[in-house]
């Protein structure tokens, strides 16, 4: 069932967001495919009028209208995007609005910036940067990695409406540059991330971030077991490595793994011993894990004096991943672990 809620065309983002969070917790993911198309193509529609009048506020020389319009229109395609399926004809065309929106609104006082990473001559790593909302000096940043399907951009477009008024910088990679450069592991490039922030005045180097969820979860939190810069972490905090050990254990041995509670509760802490900054493990629609198994990971830590949270987002049965709420959530603990880690 689809019980839509169609936000009006005003460029007023909290009025667009909440509408989207109404909508998405209303359409069960049963629906029919033709009534989620159409749904998709009405918030492709509202995503259209905001970009409209975008690009009139432009000319108009009004560019925090501007600014606000493409912010609306953001949330609307990712909306639009979620609904669409593998087959509709209008996905390709949404992940290109989302990317012109993104450059639409960088191109405003370069509210955003295509950067260039260097890896020690040996090559280059592409990245978004996103400037803290004041011009001073001491901020936190936040590197965010996107999921294994998702290229940088659509990550970025998704963040935008959230991120932007918080006093805070972040720096947006692609899953696949990040896993799969000829230069070594993963932890090498984002290491090479840390050092590029650290190297702006703007950035308090003592108070870095990282984000990644998917199999992007896995690679954020083997990055925090190895450098200890990172202040806080939204990862998986070991899970992904566990579960794919105990599943070969069982394939390799044919049977099921009998759960030995203190040998498995051992197992899931291994990582997370080694994690020596808070962590947020989100369990749910975005994860690669049981959430019965993040649960018992926070138990385990809990136990052993480890400062780690889970969140699992309160989506109704049958409704979509409501990622505003979530994202909304994870950037919010986010903010209140860096804003208590110590200032350089």
């Known amino acids: 069932m689809l019980r839509a809620a169609w936000p009006e065309v005003t460029g007023n983002l909290a009025s667009t967001r909440q509408s989207a969070v109404v909508f998405l917790d209303g359409v069960d993911q049963e629906s029919d495919i033709a009534g989620r198309r159409n749904c998709a193509a009405k918030w492709t529609s509202i995503g259209d009028a905001h970009c409209l009048f975008a690009d009139l506020s432009v000319q108009r020389g009004t560019l925090d209208e501007a600014a606000h319009a493409w912010l609306c229109a953001l949330t609307a395609f990712e909306v639009a ?22 450059e639409g609104f960088g191109s405003l006082d370069q509210r955003v910036e295509r950067v260039k990473i260097t890896l020690y001559d040996q090559g280059e790593l592409s990245a978004y940067y996103v400037p803290a909302r004041t011009s001073g000096s001491c901020v936190p940043a936040i590197v965010c990695i996107s999921r294994e399907e998702e290229t940088a951009g659509i ?56 984000y990644g969820e998917g ?35 069982e394939w390799m041995t044919r049977t099921a793994v009998i759960p030995d509670a203190g040998l498995s509760s051992t197992q899931r802490l291994r990582l997370a011993r080694k994690l020596r900054c808070p962590i947020l493990v989100v369990a749910g629609e975005r994860s690669i894990f049981n959430a019965s198994e993040a649960i018992k990971l926070e138990a385990d830590c809990a136990w052993a004096s480890i400062d780690l949270e889970l969140l699992i987002p309160q989506t109704p049965e049958g409704a979509f991943d409501n990622f505003i709420t979530c994202d909304e959530a994870v950037f919010e603990w986010l903010e209140r672990k860096l804003d208590h880690a110590p200032a350089s």
């Not at 995007?81 to 993104?102: I, N």
């Not at 998704?158 to 896993?179: C, E, F, H, K």
């Not at 070991?238 to 050990?245: A, E, H, K, N």
């Open 215 to 249: 199999l992007s979860a896995a690679l954020a939190t083997n990055f925090a077991a190895a450098d200890g810069r990172v202040s806080a972490a939204i990862c998986d905090g070991g899970l992904w490595s566990w579960t794919r050990t105990r599943s070969s254990i």
């Open 155 to 210: 990550l970025l477009g998704r963040l935008l409406p959230l991120i932007t008024g918080r006093n805070m910088a972040v720096l947006v990679v692609s899953y696949d540059d990040i896993s799969n450069h000829w230069l070594g592991p993963s932890e090498i490039l984002l290491s090479y991330c840390l050092d590029h922030l650290s190297t702006l005045p703007e950035i308090d180097a003592s108070r870095m971030a990282i």
């Open 81 to 102: 995007r979620r609904l669409s399926d593998e087959d509709d004809p209008q996905r390709a065309g949404l992940v290109a609005k989302l990317e012109a929106c993104v």
